[in-house]
Each structure stands twice: as structure tokens, then as C-alpha cells.
């Protein structure tokens, strides 16, 4: 089992550019969460994929988007890049919604706005 | 909304002596967690706490919940230098589909 994989590991980016970051879920999830943690901060939650949908969102911008994919994969999106996007960000993955299964994170992704 | 807060932030120790983090929330879920992370590193599950009165022991480490007094805490016994690492509380409130988090407190094992 893999478990959560996410790609690319490190980005840098310049401010107004787009990025695009990867996830993987664990074998057998289908539900995908996405979280920023800035430098020295606690993640923050950013939205949820089920069945292809966002179904909860925190208090991001619009420039924050995503999808989910048919094999339960998705990406985030960020446009117009600024400075504190700078961050690691934290895809988790867990079984189906509206229950208490276990979210397990992947390894994150680095990503730098210069 | 919900607030989870961690006491202290920053936390230095010396090896082989104890100590407890605190983590305050500010809803009633029953689910509590708790993660490690090393710098420039993911998030690592220590414990899932499930229900009031929950505790949790792995080797060092420690978890207990208290619903009630929507408190958890993690008690780090005889520390080792192998313990440094940013510890993170989460509170996962049903309904909301997500974790929330405390601050963190960064733990430093001093020889």
C-alpha cells in the first residue's frame, strides 16, 4: 500500500503565476481533503472532494480550486500566485464522508512564491 | 467556529524529565487527534482518541480526553532527544468533514 502520495515534493513559483499540485489518495479512499500550513502555523483546512464534488470549503479565496478525478485522485489550483501562498501543502485522504474514519496525510508539497 | 488552542508553544526540556501538553477546544466532539511533525516533514498520527475518558499510550507518550472539559492532553514521560518534534492536536467535529487544528507546540529534548 502507498498510501498518500502527492507530487511535485518542491515548487517555487513567481507571484501572478498558477501552480497546479497533485494527490494520490491511500488504497480504498475515496474522499480528499486539502490543508495549507504556512511556516511555524498549524494547517489550515482549504477544501474536500467526494464523488467529484467539493463538498466543504474553508475560508480560501476563489483562487484556490480543485478537482477530483473519476480514480478518486485530485489537484489543487492556485492562480494569480502571492507571496503567502508560500507554504506546505497537505493533501489527506480517508473512506467516505459524514463519519469518523481516520484522515492520513501524504508528504506534502513545498511550494515557494518568489 | 471552532477554536482549538495549544499550550505552550514552545516547550524546552531536559532528558528524563516529564511533562504535559494542553490542548483546548472549543466544540463537543468526542474525536481527538493527535500528530507529530518533524521539520519539513508531513503530519505522523500518534493517537485517535474516540469517546470521554479515552487514554492512549504509546512508549513515551501519553493521550488522554476529556469531553467534558473539551480538554485533551499529551504527557511526555522521562523525554528523550528522539522526542523533538512539533506536536499538533486536532479536533475532528462531525459535520464539518474537517480537522481543525491547534497551534502547535514545538518540543525541544535538551542532553
Known amino acids: 500500500d502507498a498510501g498518500v502520495t502527492q507530487s511535485p515534493t518542491h515548487l517555487i513559483k513567481t507571484r501572478g503565476q498558477q501552480v497546479t499540485l497533485r494527490c494520490s489518495p491511500k488504497?480504498?479512499?475515496?474522499?480528499v481533503s486539502w490543508y495549507q500550513q504556512a511556516l511555524g502555523q498549524g494547517p489550515q483546512f482549504i477544501f474536500q472532494?467526494?464523488?467529484?464534488?467539493?463538498?466543504q470549503r474553508g475560508n480560501f479565496p476563489d483562487r484556490f480550486s480543485g478537482h477530483q478525478f473519476p480514480n478518486y485522485s485530485s489537484e489543487l489550483n492556485v492562480n494569480a500566485l502571492l507571496l503567502g501562498d508560500s507554504a506546505l501543502y497537505l493533501c489527506?485522504?480517508?473512506?467516505?464522508?459524514?463519519?469518523?474514519?481516520?484522515?492520513?496525510f501524504g508528504p506534502g508539497t513545498r511550494l515557494t512564491v518568489l | 467556529e471552532l477554536k482549538v488552542e495549544q499550550n505552550p508553544l514552545f516547550l524546552s526540556m531536559q532528558e528524563g524529565k516529564n511533562y504535559t501538553i494542553y490542548c483546548n477546544y472549543s466544540?463537543?466532539?468526542?474525536?481527538l487527534y493527535w500528530y507529530r511533525q518533524d521539520p519539513g516533514k508531513s503530519l505522523e498520527s500518534l493517537f485517535v482518541?474516540?469517546?470521554?475518558?479515552a487514554v492512549k499510550q504509546e512508549g513515551r507518550l501519553m493521550a488522554s480526553l476529556d469531553t467534558k472539559a473539551r480538554l485533551s492532553t499529551l504527557h511526555i514521560t522521562a523525554a528523550v532527544h528522539d522526542l523533538s518534534a512539533t506536536y499538533f492536536c486536532?479536533?475532528?467535529?462531525?459535520?464539518?468533514?474537517?480537522?481543525?487544528f491547534g497551534t502547535g507546540t514545538r518540543l525541544t529534548i535538551i542532553p
Open positions: 466544540t463537543t466532539s468526542d474525536r
Open positions: 489527506a485522504s480517508r473512506a467516505g464522508v459524514f463519519n469518523y474514519n481516520e484522515q492520513f
Open positions: 488504497s480504498g479512499h475515496d474522499t
Open positions: 486536532a479536533v475532528d467535529d462531525f459535520g464539518n468533514e474537517k480537522l481543525t
Open positions: 482518541l474516540l469517546s470521554n475518558g
Open positions: 472532494y467526494y464523488e467529484e464534488e467539493e463538498r
